[in-house]
């Protein structure tokens, strides 16, 4: 079955840095773009970057660019997302997607979520 | 970057009740917009794709509809299960982005 499981979450003091890691099995990993989607405490649903099946492709929400980078290990599959430079307001829960490519994109739908790692960033 | 202003932020229905959600975006989305259900503590679960089709698996009491700049979410009849938060999401270019969300309660 289609199994994605999130780490590399914990407490970390503003300005430090992070890495995430999301491990993907039950499906071929190469053949689907893969998505970060944040959650801070009691509020909404906020899209953080994407990666293109061959990682070929990145974007990045307009809050994270410059600070956050995402890549992919297509022989592990893994999917990472390196946060530099934290802030207070990057405290959320970071899930990892996967999202099915069409012809011309993989940001479509998130059909298969992880349950989710959870960043602090406190002092 | 496209906005999404999804409408009730929260609502409480009956048992069988019909409930619709509304979910309009600032600029032509075309049919690039889905339905997610996030029960609490829970990732979220993708319920309708492409703003009309039904995900594999999910019970036809959801549905989907509406193009362009204007889209609805509809629970047929509500059940206890249903309690949770709806969010819709577009895709039609980065930077996606979700609407605020839509707490279900029952009467």
């Known amino acids: 079955q289609v199994q994605l499981v999130e780490s590399g979450g914990g407490v970390v003091q503003p300005g430090r840095s992070l890495r995430l890691s999301c491990a993907a099995s039950?499906?071929?990993?190469?053949?689907?773009?893969m998505h970060w989607v944040r959650q801070a405490p009691g509020k909404g649903l906020e899209w953080v970057a994407v990666?293109?099946?061959?990682?070929?492709?990145?974007f990045y929400g307009d809050s994270v660019k410059g600070r956050f980078t995402i890549s992919r290990d297509n022989s592990k599959n893994t999917l990472y997302l390196q946060m530099n430079s934290l802030r207070a307001e990057d405290t959320a829960v970071y899930y990892c997607?996967?999202?099915?490519?069409?012809?011309?994109?993989?940001?479509?739908?998130?059909?298969?979520w992880g349950q989710g790692t959870v960043v602090t960033v406190s002092s | 970057d496209i906005q999404m202003t999804q409408s009730p932020s929260s609502l409480s229905a009956s048992v069988g009740d019909r409930v619709t959600i509304t979910c309009q975006s600032t600029?032509?989305?075309?049919?690039?917009l889905n339905w997610y259900q996030q029960k609490p503590g829970k990732a979220p679960k993708l319920l309708i794709y492409?703003?009309?089709n039904l995900e594999t698996g999910v019970p036809a009491r959801f549905s989907g509809g509406g193009y362009g700049t204007q889209f609805t979410f509809t629970i047929g009849s509500l059940q206890p299960e249903d309690i949770a938060t709806y969010f819709c999401?577009?895709?039609?270019?980065?930077?996606?982005?979700f609407g605020g969300g839509t707490k279900v309660e029952i009467k």
């Open positions: 997607a996967r999202a099915p490519c069409s012809s011309t994109s993989c940001s479509t739908r998130f059909d298969f």
């Open positions: 039950g499906f071929t990993f190469s053949n689907y773009g």
């Open positions: 990666i293109w099946f061959d990682g070929n492709n990145k």
């Open positions: 600029q032509d989305i075309s049919i690039y």
């Open positions: 492409d703003a009309t």
């Open positions: 999401q577009h895709y039609h270019s980065p930077p996606l982005t």
